[in-house]
C-alpha cells in the first residue's frame, strides 16, 4: 500500500461534515445487529414497558404474532444506534447541534433473533434564518434479514453550516 497519498492523521481527525455536505438523496448503510432476549428484557426493565407482547411468552404465542415481539421503541434505538457508528455520522456529530423531532412507523415486527441493519438517506434540507445553521431530514429505516423494513423514522435535526 503506498501510503504516500494519504492524507496525515491530523487531517483526517479533523474531517467534519456541515450542512453543506448533506444534499438530498445521500445514503449509506450501517452494519447489522441481532435483536437478543437480554435487549428486550434489558429495555422492558430500563422503560418500565412490560406489555405481554414483549415479557409474557404464553400470551404472545397467542398473538397473531405467534411470539414474542420487541419493543418498538428498542429497535428505534438499536436504529438510532447502528447510524451512529457510521463514518458519515461521526464526521457529521461535531456539527449536530439538536434534534428537533422524531416520527416513527413499525410496518413489521421485529422478533428476538432478528438481524437488523439502517438504510439512512437525507431527505431534505433547508437553511434558517440564522445563516449559522440548517435544518436536515434524516429519513432512517431498520431492515431485519429478509430485507423487510420493520421501523421507518424521519429525524429532523439542526446542523451547523461552513461560517465564511
Given at each position: ?15 467534519r ?17 441481532t ?21 409474557d ?14 419493543h ?64 436536515v ?28
Amino acid at each position: 500500500m503506498d501510503t504516500s497519498t494519504l492524507p496525515a492523521p491530523q487531517a483526517i481527525a479533523s474531517l467534519r461534515y456541515h450542512w453543506e455536505d448533506l444534499e438530498p438523496g445521500l445514503s449509506f448503510e450501517t452494519s447489522s445487529r441481532t435483536v437478543t432476549e437480554a435487549d428486550v428484557v434489558g429495555f422492558a426493565a430500563l422503560s418500565a414497558d412490560y406489555n405481554r407482547l414483549h415479557v409474557d411468552t404464553q400470551y404472545a404465542a397467542q398473538s397473531p404474532w405467534g411470539t414474542r415481539i420487541a419493543h418498538g421503541m428498542l429497535v428505534a434505538s438499536i436504529l438510532s444506534g447502528l447510524n451512529t457508528r457510521t463514518v458519515i455520522n461521526q464526521l457529521l456529530e461535531p456539527s449536530l447541534i439538536g434534534l428537533l423531532e422524531m416520527t416513527y412507523r413499525f410496518p413489521k415486527p421485529t422478533l428476538i433473533g432478528d438481524t437488523l441493519h439502517g438504510r439512512i438517506e437525507v431527505a431534505s434540507c433547508k437553511p434558517t434564518s440564522n445563516p449559522a445553521r440548517g435544518i436536515v431530514v434524516f429519513r432512517r429505516q431498520a431492515f431485519n434479514q429478509h430485507g423487510e423494513a420493520v421501523c421507518e423514522c424521519d429525524a429532523t435535526m439542526m446542523v451547523a453550516r461552513r461560517v465564511t
